[in-house]
């Protein structure tokens, strides 16, 4: 199953774009496959204008971005895996999406569905335990 973290970044590109603002990726250079020129990279960070006319050969799929980008004249072509991508807002109001770093779901199956089903059995005897008044009272 695909994240919602690619539609995140899609939509916050999308809306940035249209309202004339300048589209802006924090990435963590620290993760495996990225692909950024390394003279620009700061405390493992490099910040990323993805704007349509900044860039070119833009594309944001389900697993990385990818662009050519210009830097000090000198043309890159950028490779940044999604999972690499810390935030996306546009420059003018930091206005976008955080991402927090994330664990792994756990795949879906029997053990996940064990799981669920304890955790709503613990509850409902929760509720059962409770005992005394309500707490509403009528008030006429």
């Known amino acids: 199953m ?10 916050i590109h999308e809306w940035s774009v249209d309202n004339g603002f300048t589209p802006q990726v924090l990435v963590n250079t620290e ?3 990225v692909v950024v020129p390394e003279q620009y990279v700061r405390d493992h960070r490099i ?7 900044s860039v070119a050969q833009l594309e944001m799929g389900n697993d990385e971005l990818s662009f050519m980008a210009r830097f000090s004249g000198i043309s890159y072509r950028l490779s940044v895996p999604v999972e690499a991508v810390m ?30 089903a304890d955790s709503a059995d613990d ?4 509720q059962k335990r409770r005992s005394g008044a309500p707490h509403l009272k009528l008030v006429k």
């Open 123 to 126: 509850k409902a005897a929760g």
């Open 47 to 53: 910040i990323l204008n993805v704007h349509p006319q």
């Open 87 to 116: 935030a996306i807002y546009a420059r003018e109001n930091g206005q976008g999406i955080v991402f927090q770093d994330e664990p792994e779901a756990p795949a879906p199956g029997p053990e996940a569905d064990r799981e669920v």
């Open 2 to 11: 695909v994240g919602t973290k690619p539609y995140f970044i899609r939509a």
């Open 31 to 33: 993760y495996d496959g």
